[in-house]
C-alpha cells in the first residue's frame, strides 16, 4: 500500500514537471501563434519570438490584469488567467529562444 502511494506520488511529480517545461505549456498557445512563435496570431497579433522575454512576460500580466493589449485582447485574457506568475516566467524565456 506504502509503495502503491510512492507511486503515485512520483507520478503526480512527472506531471507537475512536465506542466512547467516551457515547450510543453507552448503547446496550447502554437495553435494560433504558430510552432515557432513566427506567425501573426489569427492574422492580427505581432510576432512574439523576436521579442525579449521581459516584454513576452510584460504582455502577458498585462493581458492577465487586463492591463495590456489590442481589439483581441479577450483571447489572450481566457490564455493567460490560466497561467501562474511562474508559468509565465518559462514561457516567455522559452518563446525568446525560438527559431526566428
Ligand atoms: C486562439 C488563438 C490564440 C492562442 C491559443 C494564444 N494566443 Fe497569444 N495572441 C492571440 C491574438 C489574437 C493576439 C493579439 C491580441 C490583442 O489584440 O492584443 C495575441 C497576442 C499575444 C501576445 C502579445 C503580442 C501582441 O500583439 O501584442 C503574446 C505575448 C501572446 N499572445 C502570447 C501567447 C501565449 C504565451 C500563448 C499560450 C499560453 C498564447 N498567446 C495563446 C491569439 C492567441
Same mark, same amino acid.
Given at each position: ?18 506542466? $512547467?517545461? *516551457?515547450?510543453? =505549456?507552448?503547446?496550447?498557445?502554437? +495553435?494560433?501563434? *504558430?510552432?515557432?512563435?513566427? #506567425?501573426?496570431? =489569427? %492574422? ?13 512576460? $510584460?504582455?502577458?500580466? *498585462?493581458?492577465?490584469? %487586463?492591463?495590456? +493589449? *489590442?481589439?483581441?485582447? +479577450? ?7 490560466? =497561467? $501562474? ?6 514561457? $516567455? #524565456? ?5 527559431? #526566428?
Amino acid at each position: 500500500m506504502k509503495k502503491l502511494i510512492l507511486v503515485a506520488l512520483a507520478v503526480f511529480a512527472i506531471n507537475a514537471m512536465a506542466a $512547467s517545461d *516551457g515547450a510543453t =505549456l507552448f503547446k496550447n498557445c502554437a +495553435g494560433c501563434h *504558430g510552432v515557432n512563435a513566427q #506567425k501573426k496570431a =489569427l %492574422g492580427f497579433s505581432k510576432v512574439i519570438n523576436s521579442w525579449k522575454a521581459d516584454k513576452i512576460e $510584460s504582455a502577458l500580466i *498585462g493581458y492577465k490584469k %487586463g492591463t495590456y +493589449g *489590442g481589439a483581441m485582447k +479577450g483571447i489572450m485574457k481566457t490564455q493567460a488567467v490560466r =497561467l $501562474s506568475d511562474e508559468k509565465i516566467k518559462i514561457l $516567455s #524565456k522559452y518563446i525568446s529562444t525560438l527559431k #526566428k
